[in-house]
């Protein structure tokens, strides 16, 4: 995996991700600190990827269950150290997973699944954050 960031100079203190997919990213920095707070700072896409990996995780879980999921929704909250390197110290996951006749047990395994052995991003943030999860389940129609 790779990835190439440039600072954008005319920008404050923006940069710009390339990754090795092919896709860009911006991101820029709080006015205090000399952005313009024109993208996300660094570390809301560092919290960004870690809900996107494990939602992922959860889905492909789901389908390959041959349950009828039909949504997933993370909301991501994050405590980060108050001296530098101001790392995550706590990470609470709260799943909204929506479909049709979902079993809160099949949810909560995938959601442990996930955290437990595939996503890469909560594996490393778990090394300096106390990470938990809440489950809720959404019936769908149809």
């Known amino acids: 995996m790779e990835c190439t960031v440039h600072w954008v100079a005319d920008a404050g203190m923006a940069m710009?991700?390339?990754?090795?997919?092919?896709h860009t990213l911006t991101m820029?920095?709080?006015p205090e600190g000399g952005g313009r707070n024109l993208a996300p700072r660094p570390?809301?896409?560092?919290?960004?990827?870690?809900?996107?990996?494990?939602?992922?995780?959860?889905?492909?879980i789901l389908k390959r269950g041959r349950h009828a999921v039909s949504g997933c929704q993370v909301q991501l909250k994050a405590?980060?150290?108050e001296t530098d390197p101001k790392v995550f110290t706590a990470l609470h996951m709260h799943f909204i997973v929506s479909g049709r006749a979902l079993q809160l047990a099949a949810v909560e395994r995938a959601v442990a699944l996930s955290h437990e052995k595939y996503c890469s991003a909560t594996a490393m943030i778990g090394h300096t954050a106390r990470i938990t999860t809440s489950v809720e389940l959404r019936e769908t129609a149809g």
């Open 16 to 22: 710009l991700a390339e990754t090795g997919s092919g």
């Open 79 to 81: 405590e980060r150290a």
């Open 43 to 60: 570390m809301e896409t560092l919290l960004a990827g870690a809900g996107g990996c494990t939602a992922y995780d959860v889905v492909l």
């Open 28 to 30: 820029d920095g709080a």
